[in-house]
């Protein structure tokens, strides 16, 4: 069975009155994460990764030693990312559980000090890529980044937030201004509960 573009949760310009505009997710979901589905699906036809997972093809098709991933990896892992990326957004307002608080105090010394290493990443990401919250296998939970379409899958981590850093995410709205985004994207657009859902 092939893979389908997921509904978005909420409506185009529900993110709008926050920061993200109905055209950057008319653009980002309609045109570029749907992309990566059928680029995917074609990609893996007649492969062996054919009826397989995402977690799976991502983790058998991704190679640490290649300066540049293959056409698989690229567009399956893209299309995990972004089916997360989605769900990890709120139109309403978003209460951060108090276990993630704590959890964000106990390993980063505040939320306040988490929101500026995340940030960090995500500016310090030169070119595409993803900013991410990770929970590693020892617990412990780290702030990571990734080049253009690798993810946390790729390393037996649990992925807690992912904030996407490619141009297309933030370039109507935000243009140039990366760090805006990312300060937008933690302050306004977080879906904290689900964030907690995933630890």
């Not at 309403?92 to 559980?97: D, I, L, N, Y």
């Not at 702030?143 to 992912?162: A, H, I, R, S």
Request: hydrophobic share 35%; with cysteine; charged share 20%.
């Amino acid at each position: 069975m092939s893979f389908q573009l997921p509904d978005l949760p909420y409506a185009h310009d529900a993110l709008a009155p926050h920061g993200m505009s109905a055209e950057t997710l008319e653009y980002h979901h309609d045109l570029h994460h749907n992309a990566y589905v059928t680029n995917g699906n074609k990609a893996i036809e007649g492969t062996k990764w054919e009826g397989k997972s995402l977690e799976e093809i991502i983790k058998g098709t991704y190679d640490a030693n290649a300066v540049a991933q293959n056409g698989i990896f690229n567009n399956i892992s893209q299309l995990w990312n972004h089916n997360q990326f989605w769900e990890m957004m709120s139109p309403g307002e978003s209460k951060m559980p108090g276990e993630l608080e704590k959890a964000l105090n106990d390993n980063f010394g505040s939320v306040d000090k988490f929101k500026a290493e995340f940030s960090a990443a995500g500016a310090g990401q030169f070119g595409s890529g993803w900013a991410w919250l990770v929970k590693k296998k020892d617990g412990s939970l780290a702030v990571t980044k990734t080049e253009n379409g690798v993810n946390p899958v790729c390393f037996d981590q649990t992925v807690l937030l992912g904030c996407d850093v490619w141009e297309h995410s933030y370039y109507i709205d935000f243009r140039n201004k990366r760090p805006a985004y990312l300060e937008n994207f933690l302050n306004n657009l977080v879906n904290w509960e689900n964030v907690a859902s995933r630890m």
